[in-house]
């Protein structure tokens, strides 16, 4: 069982996981990375928007790694790369426009 004492976008508090002390500290830093990259962006101050979109880009970081896992288990991931059809290239890409240009 693990603790950690968490002290970021200010605010405090201690957690209790099954984890041990090491994971824990290991998750807490790449959260942290996340959140130092989501803090450069000039428009982006609140603490709570910062944990938020943090959240969100690392949704996103885990939703394409399971994406990618269902298409290697289906048979579409040729080469590194997931197999999509244009339908769903243009879709992807008007979503990422929609996020930059909301970020901005």
Do not use: W
Request: aromatic share 6%; glycine share 6%; net charge negative.
């Amino acid at each position: 069982m693990g603790k950690l004492r968490i002290e970021m976008l200010g605010t405090g508090f201690t957690i209790q996981s099954t984890e041990n002390d090491e994971y824990l500290e290991k998750l807490l830093g790449y959260y942290k990375r996340i959140t130092q990259d989501v803090e450069s962006i000039d428009s982006i101050k609140n603490p709570l928007q910062v944990a938020i979109l943090s959240g969100i880009m690392l949704c996103d970081e885990l939703y394409k790694e399971k994406s990618k896992k269902v298409a290697m288990e289906n048979g579409n991931y040729i080469n590194n790369e997931v197999s999509l059809d244009s339908e769903e290239i243009e879709r992807r890409t008007a979503e990422m426009i929609s996020k930059i240009d909301k970020v901005l």
